[in-house]
Every structure is written in C-alpha cells, then in structure tokens.
C-alpha cells in the first residue's frame, strides 16, 4: 500500500484550514496513519527541501516553513500519492484547478499551504524524516 507525507505548512495553520484539509482527505477515502503539531527546526526543514537547496527561493522556503507550527501528516492507500498530488493542485495557486485545496484556499506560490510527496519513495523517506516509529499507526 503506498504511503504519502502531507503537511499543512504555517500559513495553512495561521488561516485555520487544518479541519477543511483533512476532511478532504478524509472523503477521498485515503487512511490517516499519523498526525502531529509541531513546530519545525531550521535543519528539518532544510532536509526535507535539500532537493531545492541551489533554488534561488530556498532561504525563503526555510523561513517560510519554520515561522510557525505545521501540522504533519501520513497518509495511506492505493494510489494516495499521486491522487494527494491532484487534490492539492499546481506549485502555483493560480495555476491550480478549482476544486483542489491549492485552487479554492490559496493565491501564492511561496503561501500555498500544503505540501506532498511527490512520489512513493519521497513517500516513505518523508514520512522516516518527520515521524517516529511509535507515531505511527
Ligand atoms: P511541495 O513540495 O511543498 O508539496 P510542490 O511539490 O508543488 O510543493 P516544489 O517544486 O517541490 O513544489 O517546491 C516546494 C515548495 O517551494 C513549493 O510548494 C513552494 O512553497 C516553494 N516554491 C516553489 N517554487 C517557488 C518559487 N518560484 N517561488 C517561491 N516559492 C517557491
Ligand atoms: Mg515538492
């Protein structure tokens, strides 16, 4: 079974979506595995973004992760990955479909509120990077 890392970034949080996200997971019909709050260090963020690490947005991504708490998510089921990718919608929220949480809920690409995994293997090192294994159900 395929396993994606969603995460509801600071802005998401700060504009109280978190119960609007999950519930469109939720309906979708995608299993929740794990959830926390937290708060995340400069070096997480920095790990989880190093792929973008020579883009020239990056300090800005970092900073813009770690300005305050993010909501950390697994989720589970066939396809969840690339089906988390379409409901999320397009980098750009302009870009993005309406109907998808990035479209309805967002204008900016550097506020736009969640992220996800982009492939099963990110899947899984994400998920290893922001959970313990005791976290997870
Ligand atoms: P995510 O990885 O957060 O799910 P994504 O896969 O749609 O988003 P990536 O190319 O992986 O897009 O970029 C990661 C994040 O970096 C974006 O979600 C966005 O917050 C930020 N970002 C990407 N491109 C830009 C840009 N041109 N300007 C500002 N921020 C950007
Ligand atoms: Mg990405």
């Not at 926390?36 to 300090?59: G, N, V």
């Not at 309406?98 to 809920?105: A, F, Q, S, V």
């Not at 690409?109 to 998920?127: F, Y």
């Amino acid at each position: 079974v395929d396993q994606t890392y969603i995460m509801i970034k600071p802005d998401g949080v700060q504009r109280g979506l978190v119960g609007e996200i999950i519930s469109r997971f939720e309906r979708k019909g995608f299993k929740l595995t794990g959830l926390k709050m937290f708060q995340c260090p400069a070096e997480l963020a920095e790990e989880h973004y190093k792929d973008l690490s020579a883009k020239p947005f990056y300090p800005k991504l970092i900073d813009y992760i770690t300005s305050g708490p993010v909501v950390c998510m697994a989720w589970e089921g066939v396809g969840v990955v690339a089906s988390a990718r379409k409901l999320i919608g397009s980098t750009d929220p302009l870009q993005a479909e309406p109907g998808t949480i990035r479209g309805d809920l967002a204008v900016q690409t550097g506020r736009n509120v969640i992220h996800g995994s982009d492939s099963p293997e990110n899947g899984k090192r994400e998920i290893a990077l922001w959970f313990k294994e005791g976290e997870l159900c």
